[in-house]
């Protein structure tokens, strides 16, 4: 099969007009010009890597949209995976946590029953599913459960979480509150005072309880050892200094996620572990909570991959916007998106489009805004929307 007449961005350039052969899955042959058979042309369509997602939050909004709202895991992960397919992304990791309490959608209970599934339903999917199981720290209780999943290999990247508010994300606790309220919906402003007080009472109670609870490094260290016999790789998470980065190199750590300072993301950078932050951030170039701006961090040179964290869309965009003012080149901007993910998780058939690398590809069009027309994994199509599809009849037309 041939991808023919469209620009195609390579790892060390873009080929303003050129050619993808495919073959059982794989890229065969990328040449310039047009295919030397009449495949259907895709002029003015842009093919780059299948997006890699390290870190997307999605699964457990899909399964809990609303608080007590549950649906079916099996409907969540089938929908995410359509949603995801559209988007262009062909490798995602979903990220899953034990982290609150029994009825919490991130129960260790619902974690287990998250990852079960992922991994019980990985071929029947479009995109190729893997799981991202976050450890907060201050639940040392979830060690035997993630090192039983590890023994079983149902995990492929571990994160060391502590979203104690006072440090990391929310080292400024009134942005804690902030959050917290524009999260809830709340609206101090206009509620009565009594249920004002009555709401800050029990958020400063919830933080008092997390700030309490006792950090077991000796658990921490005995998970980031096993997952390193698996070769399953670990990232530290919201890291706010250089002395935090330090310690988690130290233990083992090779990817530094969402660093909310610039001291840390440049402790990191200096350390050699690879940094991860969100394309949400970089496209909108500023964080939710105020902390490190992704797109000013990549400015710096301080990024190498960037994730969905809770929005699909994000990737693509960013890593377009990021070329279209002049940030960086777009195969240097696609990068983060795709073969730097690829180097960190060591997939090392996927991520670029070169001859012998897995077939996925997302071809995109920019009619003023850029949209994905079509997504392909392993030489097959999973997103396939009614633009191509009209190229094809006009090709079948025209050859008659």
């Not at 890593?319 to 998106?337: T, W, Y």
Request: aromatic letters at 6%.
């Amino acid at each position: 099969m041939w991808l023919n007449d469209l620009r195609v961005v390579l790892p060390d350039q873009v080929l303003e007009h050129g050619s993808i052969r495919i073959e059982d899955g794989v890229i065969a042959e990328i040449c310039a010009g047009c295919a030397p058979d009449s495949a259907p042309s895709l002029n003015g369509l842009v093919a780059i890597p299948g997006i890699i997602d390290l870190h997307g939050d999605m699964l457990e909004r899909d399964v809990e949209p609303r608080p007590g709202a549950r649906f079916p895991i099996e409907l969540g992960l089938y929908e995410l995976d359509k949603r995801l397919a559209a988007c262009g992304i062909t490798t995602a990791y979903a990220a899953i946590s034990f982290a609150w309490g029994r009825d919490d959608i991130r129960s260790q209970e619902n974690a287990i029953a998250m990852i079960e599934t992922v991994n019980a339903l990985r071929d029947s999917l479009l995109v190729d599913f893997k799981v991202h199981a976050r450890f907060e720290v201050t639940n040392p209780q979830t060690a035997p459960i993630l090192a039983r999943l590890l023994e079983a290999g149902q995990v492929d990247l571990v994160s060391i979480m502590d979203h104690t508010p006072g440090q990391g994300q929310y080292k400024d606790v009134d942005n804690f509150f902030s959050f917290m309220q524009r999260w809830l919906g709340v609206d101090l402003d206009t509620i009565e005072t009594g249920l004002h007080e009555k709401f800050l009472t029990q958020v400063k109670a919830k933080v008092r309880q997390q700030a309490q609870k006792p950090r077991d490094w000796d658990v921490v260290r005995d998970v980031l050892t096993l997952a390193r016999q698996h070769r399953i790789p670990v990232a530290s998470h919201d890291d706010d200094t250089a002395a935090k980065v330090s310690e988690q190199a130290a233990l083992g750590v090779t990817i530094s996620e969402f660093p909310v300072t610039l001291e840390a993301a440049q402790a990191a950078h200096a350390c050699g572990l690879a940094i991860i932050m969100g394309a949400p951030n970089a496209y909108r170039k500023q964080s939710t909570s105020n902390n490190l701006s992704a797109f000013d961090a990549i400015k710096a040179g301080l990024v190498d991959i960037l994730a969905t964290d809770y929005y699909p869309a994000a990737p693509l965009h960013a890593a377009f916007r990021l070329a279209d003012e002049g940030v960086m080149p777009l195969h240097q901007s696609v990068k983060l998106i795709s073969q730097n993910a690829a180097a960190a998780m060591g997939l090392h058939d996927r991520g670029r489009i070169a001859p012998g690398s897995s077939a996925d590809l997302v071809l995109v069009e920019n009619d003023g805004f850029h949209r994905v027309r079509g997504t392909i994994r392993r030489g097959v199509p999973i997103f396939w929307d009614s633009h191509l599809a009209k190229l094809a009849q006009v090709s079948a037309l025209l050859k008659v």
